[in-house]
């Protein structure tokens, strides 16, 4: 089983070889013996590449579900003993995501030392059953899945520019005075406000984009124009008076952070202790006062 999952995610009998500190050959005669077993054959062979039949599609799937069970069972045994161990896969969203989370994570880690947690980031969502995660953290709404989510906590984004680029340019009085603006922002070209009765969306042309939230920040700090940033993010800059945030009780956004995992299947023990621990340890969104946030037009 091993060895089939590893070479169709290797794409090689090579690389499957590898990782699995086996030789070539010996890869290759597992996944004759299955074929043969299976009475099907699995995968086509070229000299360029592997491609699964549709027999070996099937199998692949059902594999990647008996491997989860197992390392289900590694871990819920353990629990037993107060010992949770085994790998933990965990996809999180790079764009704020990674500085949002990773130091409780890092401590989740530091207090099981005996599970390996594999962090995956991308700027996209996963396939969490297709990709082989336990969970991936998500921002923002959800779409209908058959997928299970729990709250994590959340954070504020705001309009942020340095104090320069008000001076030069002014400070818009509203949300539809933006459209005058340079705009930082991501390949969406959307901000996000959460009005009194629903949430209002702002279609902005921007003059500057990236999918990085450090990019966008480096960007706001050269005063190149306003972007919408996490608190979080800025905080520090703020601080120093290199930052300001429009002023304005319009100019303000709550972005929602979910766990996200399969809910057909039994919540493993790791996955379970691993979501109530970042529920304690998530830094609290930290309402900045109007005297450290915002800038004065009048």
Same mark, same amino acid.
């Given at each position: 089983?091993?060895?089939?999952?590893q070479?169709?995610?290797?794409? *090689?009998?090579?690389?499957?070889?590898r990782?699995?500190?086996? *030789?070539r050959?010996?890869?290759?005669?597992?996944?004759?013996?299955?074929?043969?077993?299976?009475?099907?054959?699995?995968?086509?062979?070229?000299?360029?590449?592997?491609?699964?039949?549709?027999?070996?599609?099937?199998?692949?799937?059902?594999?990647?579900?008996?491997?989860?069970?197992y390392?289900?069972?590694?871990s819920?045994?353990?629990?037993?003993?107060?010992?949770?161990q085994?790998?933990?896969?965990?996809?999180?969203?790079?764009?704020?995501? /990674?500085?949002y989370?990773?130091?409780?994570?890092?401590?989740?880690?530091?207090?099981?030392?005996?599970?390996?947690?594999?962090?995956?980031?991308?700027?996209?969502?996963?396939?969490?059953i297709?990709? !082989?995660?336990?969970?991936?953290?998500?921002?923002?709404?959800?779409?209908?899945?058959t997928?299970?989510?729990r709250?994590?906590?959340?954070?504020?984004?705001?309009l942020?520019?340095?104090?320069?680029?008000? #001076?030069?340019?002014?400070a818009?009085?509203?949300?539809?005075?933006?459209k005058?603006?340079?705009?930082?922002?991501?390949?969406?070209?959307?901000?996000?406000?959460? !009005?009194?009765r629903?949430?209002?969306?702002?279609?902005?042309?921007g *003059?500057?984009?990236?999918?990085?939230?450090?990019?966008?920040?480096?960007?706001?700090?050269? !005063?190149?124009?306003?972007?919408?940033?996490?608190?979080?993010?800025?905080?520090?800059?703020?601080?120093?008076?290199?930052?300001?945030?429009?002023? !304005?009780d319009?100019?303000?956004?709550?972005?929602?952070?979910?766990? /996200?995992?399969?809910g057909?299947?039994?919540?493993?023990?790791?996955?379970?202790?691993?979501?109530d621990?970042?529920?304690?340890?998530?830094?609290?969104d930290?309402?900045? #006062?109007?005297?450290?946030v915002?800038?004065?037009?009048n």
């Amino acid at each position: 089983m091993d060895e089939f999952i590893q070479v169709v995610k290797t794409g *090689s009998f090579t690389a499957a070889a590898r990782n699995l500190h086996v *030789s070539r050959s010996h890869i290759s005669k597992q996944i004759q013996r299955l074929e043969d077993r299976l009475t099907t054959q699995l995968i086509q062979r070229s000299t360029r590449r592997l491609t699964l039949t549709d027999a070996g599609a099937l199998v692949f799937r059902e594999f990647q579900s008996m491997s989860q069970l197992y390392d289900d069972l590694e871990s819920n045994l353990s629990d037993l003993h107060n010992r949770l161990q085994g790998k933990l896969k965990v996809a999180i969203n790079s764009r704020y995501g /990674v500085r949002y989370m990773a130091s409780a994570i890092a401590a989740f880690s530091a207090r099981h030392p005996d599970i390996t947690v594999q962090l995956h980031t991308s700027y996209d969502d996963v396939d969490l059953i297709g990709d !082989g995660y336990d969970l991936t953290i998500r921002y923002g709404s959800l779409e209908d899945s058959t997928l299970v989510a729990r709250k994590l906590g959340g954070y504020t984004m705001r309009l942020y520019c340095t104090p320069d680029y008000l #001076s030069k340019h002014g400070a818009p009085q509203s949300i539809n005075d933006l459209k005058d603006h340079s705009a930082l922002c991501t390949p969406e070209c959307c901000w996000f406000f959460n !009005g009194q009765r629903e949430e209002r969306k702002l279609r902005v042309k921007g *003059s500057w984009v990236s999918e990085d939230g450090t990019a966008l920040l480096a960007a706001t700090l050269e !005063g190149l124009g306003i972007a919408q940033l996490p608190d979080f993010f800025v905080h520090e800059y703020l601080q120093r008076g290199e930052l300001v945030a429009i002023s !304005g009780d319009w100019n303000f956004y709550w972005r929602q952070s979910w766990a /996200v995992f399969d809910g057909k299947t039994h919540i493993s023990s790791k996955v379970r202790h691993f979501i109530d621990f970042i529920c304690k340890e998530m830094p609290e969104d930290k309402w900045l #006062s109007e005297k450290e946030v915002f800038y004065k037009t009048n």
